[in-house]
Each structure stands twice: as structure tokens, then as C-alpha cells.
């Protein structure tokens, strides 16, 4: 089977749209910015959680850790050394998809280092924080970020799951190395009160995670709507 081709046909059908509007909410769903609001959400929590400095600032380690491992090799070694033509500068397909404003990346684009960072994030804190509710929407939240770089034609589905794959991969590892640094691995769950995680996090404390999701997409769908009447 020609899974190059097949990678091709699949993103012509998932690339782009005739909306003004889903251009502009992508445009702005993609952009890194977009989502300091929930890394500082994280950060809340994790302080709120924690009983010392050390243990704060272990985790902020492993969450930059998880960048590094997941999106810094991504781009600084596999993407130059594959160099596979992003779908928007592919010499092949690259007048067929269909372009945002402009935009169309770096480039190479093999894997996705959207999907490997966001991915990664998301394990890395589905593990730590063990909510299921929060693990679905962390989910959620990399696979939106998967979707935008679809639509916007700058990596091929193929490009997405390597980069979901490794950034498992990558959010699990951390995870291992921060409970065997944390020495809690092997320890039975403590928490059984339904106002905590089984890892102690207060559930309560989770619903800023949730509020500022449920904001950022109300503010991109808003940017969107004015983007349409401006």
C-alpha cells in the first residue's frame, strides 16, 4: 500500500475550508500563545498541591523536560534530518492545500512537534494528577492543537500520530522518572476522599483548569466572530 499517497489523499481531505470564521478561530487555537493561560492554570495547581518548593519546582523541571525531549529534538534533529516537505511547500501537492493567510510553517514537518509537545504536556499531568475528567480534557486540548495544523496544511495526518506517539511516549517516561525521583512509585494510593485525586491533588483546585479552557475557547471563538465583521 502506498502510504505516502495515502498521507497525501487524507490531509487534501482534512486541509482547510471555505469558513472565514474557522480560518480565524485555527489561526488563533494554533498560536502557542493562545495557551499560556492553561500552563499557568497547571502551574496553580501544582503549587497549590505541593508541600515544598523542591517538589514545585521538580515538576516545572519535568514539564520542561517534556518540551525538550518532545518538541526541541523534533525540530533541531529529526525534522532536518528526514526532511519530509511540509504539505503547504510540497512541490507535489503544495498548490492543491489550502493556505491561511499565508501561513504555511517551516520547511519540514516531519513529526508534528505541536502534537509531541501538547501530547506530552497531557500524559505527563493525566499521570501526575490521575482525574479523569482532567485527563480527558488535557486529551482533548492536544488533539485541537493536532486538528489546527491539519486544517492549516502544515503536516501530514502521518506527521500528527508520530508526534502523538512520541509524545506519549515521551509524557510517560518523565512521569516514570518524577515518581522515582519522588520515591512513589511502588506506594499505595493514600488519597481515597472524593475531594482529592488519588495522588492528593484537590479537586476543587482543578476547576481553574477547566474555567480557563472553557474561557480560551470563548475568546478565540469570539476573536473569530469579530474577525468575520471587522
Known sequence: MDWIGLDKQWLLALNGSDSLFLDSLVKTLTATVTWVPLYLALLYVVVKNSDNARKV???????????????TIDDSIVKPLVARWRPARDPEIGMSVDIVNGYRGGRYGFFSAHA??????????????????????????SLVNCWTRLYLGVHYPGDILVGLLWGGIVGTAVWYFYSKMEKKAEQPSTFISLQYTTTGYQRSHLDVVFCVLAFTLFFAVMKACFSIYM
Open 57 to 71: 519546582l521538580i515538576i516545572l523541571g519535568c514539564a520542561v523536560l517534556c518540551v525538550l525531549l518532545a518538541g
Open 116 to 141: 509531541s509537545n501538547t501530547f506530552s504536556i497531557a500524559v505527563f499531568f493525566s499521570l501526575l494528577i490521575r482525574d479523569k475528567l482532567l485527563s480527558v480534557a488535557m486529551v482533548t486540548w
